[in-house]
């Protein structure tokens, strides 16, 4: 092995284990609200929040490419900046900043919230027919998206700052951001909640004050880890090329988001189809295959920091070792979860419900939950190579393909197999997230 990996894993397990509980973390939240609504007199209250959390967490996940595309840019242009301190040769007139696509993001992302936060009324009544909430629970959801949409620009300028974060390689200031804005939010929960007696409403204050102290801690970490103030001229950051190019990486994940986003509730829908106890099974399996995939998504961020870094610092050798330590640890981290998925399912199950019905409609899929986990790490850390050099377009042709020529096809051809045909179907298709941007990167990578 070359004497350079041992430093190598130490980067990326520096970047990756922070992100982990950063990602960890943000399940809780939804467990704190379901444990402290779900105590209240009236069951309304609960269904409120979940209506009008799904659909703020839709809107708002979709915009999830500000923190990506912010990641993507800013590493590369750490290596740029490498490159030039090393090659002084390679230094051209005009060059970008990281500081400069900071700015950048931060003023898409303030667009892009005031313009959600204005879009939501508008979609609001149409959103709670569609998902059929009930006389009692409509208003308290309504109400609930009402003090929630406010939250949209500091959400989306945090998604940037994050982002910004990841890119230079300060994870522990992402996780602190992070952390304390959930912590907030579960401190604020009690006192809105439990305290003050707001039921919905409360968890809608609770959630709005702790991302906007989200986004103060942000500003403070950038003032404490940034040079914005070296922007001293509107021209160094501005830019309509360097714009159209962001604009450009945050296109093609945008697509690739919405269309992930479609295969989820199309997944979850036809469950819903089969019968309210499948449903239940099926939301229990994800849970547990979301919550590996959190943590394999630590590598994925320490792949997007890193390699778009070697990236753009043009040094090929580099990226193919990170490439290839993060796609190992990745490997051998989804084996040690199908490994203990395998083992002991019907325990985690049962864990996780104890109502007998819902844990027998689980167990009989718990061998797709394995099957998925081993199959689907690929697609995470390919999306973060992907990510981290800008090969965003690649990630987008890989989803469409992903959902038109595999999900979708695969989910109609095997109706007549019930749940384990969806199943399928959703195997299928995030292993042909991962095999598609595997082959492209073969083909593609620069170096050979």
């Known amino acids: 092995m070359p004497t350079v990996q041992p430093s190598i894993n130490r980067r990326i397990w520096a970047i990756a284990w922070p992100m982990m509980l950063s990602s960890m973390s943000v399940p809780l939240l939804g467990l704190v609200d379901t444990a402290l609504l779900g105590h209240l007199e009236s069951e309304q ?4 929040v979940a209506i009008g959390a799904n659909f703020i967490g839709l809107m708002y996940w979709s915009f999830g490419f500000l923190r990506m595309g912010t990641t993507s840019l800013t590493a590369q242009q750490r290596g740029a900046e490498k490159l030039v301190s090393t090659k002084p040769g390679h230094d051209q007139p005009g060059s970008d900043s990281s500081e400069a696509i900071l700015a950048r993001s931060l003023l898409l992302a ?8 204005l879009l939501v009324p508008l979609l609001t009544d149409t959103v709670l027919r569609w998902m059929q909430a009930s006389e009692r629970v409509a208003p308290l959801a309504a109400e609930y998206i009402a003090i929630r949409r406010y939250s949209a ?7 940037a700052i994050s982002g910004w974060l990841v890119g230079t390689q300060r994870a522990r200031a992402a996780l602190a951001l992070v952390l304390t804005t959930n912590i907030a939010n579960i401190v604020l929960d009690l006192v809105f909640i439990i305290g003050l007696g707001m039921q919905s409403a409360g968890a809608a204050w609770a959630t709005l004050l702790a991302e906007l102290l989200g986004l103060l801690l942000g500003l403070y970490l950038l003032w404490r880890h940034s040079s914005l103030a070296r922007l001293q001229h509107w021209q160094q ?3 309509a090329a360097r714009f159209r190019a962001m604009l450009r990486v ?9 269309l992930l986003l479609f295969v989820f509730n199309f997944f979850t829908a036809q469950g819903s189809a089969m019968g309210d106890d499948i449903l239940a099974g099926n939301a229990i399996l994800l849970q547990l295959a979301l919550f590996s995939a959190f943590v394999l998504d630590g590598f994925a961020f320490a792949a997007e920091a890193l390699c778009g870094e070697a990236y753009g610092a043009r040094s090929w050798a580099a990226l193919q070792q990170i490439t290839r330590r993060c796609f190992y640890w990745s490997g051998y981290t989804a084996l040690a979860f199908a490994i203990v998925y395998a083992l002991t399912g019907d325990l985690l199950i049962g864990l996780l419900s104890d109502v007998a019905v819902v844990v027998t409609a689980a167990s009989p899929y718990k061998g797709w939950l394995v099957a998925l986990t081993l199959c689907s790490f690929v697609a995470y850390i390919m999306d973060g190579i992907c990510i981290g050099c800008g090969k965003t377009k690649a990630m987008h042709y890989a989803m469409w393909f992903s959902t038109t020529v595999v999900f979708l096809p695969a989910w109609w051809l095997s109706q007549a197999w019930g749940n384990h045909g969806l199943w399928l179907a959703f195997l299928l298709f995030n292993t042909a997230r991962g095999a598609s941007l595997a082959f492209y990167w073969q083909r593609a990578r620069p170096g050979g």
């Not at 303030?110 to 936060?117: D, E, H, P, R, T």
């Open 45 to 48: 209250f609960l269904g409120a």
């Open 110 to 117: 303030l667009v892009l919230g005031c313009f959600i936060a």
């Open 153 to 159: 620009p500091a959400v989306f300028m945090t998604f």
């Open 237 to 239: 950051w501005l830019n």
């Open 250 to 258: 945050n296109y093609h994940l945008l697509v690739r988001t919405i």
